[in-house]
């Protein structure tokens, strides 16, 4: 594959195989890097060093809640790791990042990935 410029190029997915197109626009973006996933399979997995689970209740007054993992224990989260405006709902989807502190694992960095409304048969 020619390393053309301005030019769609046609990508392999790492994941699934599937090709896919990288767009004149994608690469022209100021942080452009060039794709390892296909677009469905980058909404399916957690950026680098990104975790995935669901809000399992999340305290408005007290400021903080717990995330579900798969396969670990439950992940505390407190209102200043939120990195989105709106506060969690059970059964959000999340993203976030792993980090130690003195009382064990906190989430950093939470983003709502997908409300909790939308990933039902709605
Ligand atoms: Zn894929």
Known sequence: MAKATNQDEILYCARCGIS????REEQKAPDAAQ????PACRYLLPAPGRERGLIKWYDRKKHYGFIVRAGQPD?????TSL???RLPRPGDLVEFSVQESPRGPVAQSVVIVEPAAATGSA
């Open 20 to 23: 896919f197109v990288w767009s």
């Open 75 to 79: 992940l505390y989260v407190h209102r």
């Open 83 to 85: 990195d989105g405006q």
């Open 35 to 38: 794709p390892r996933h296909c």
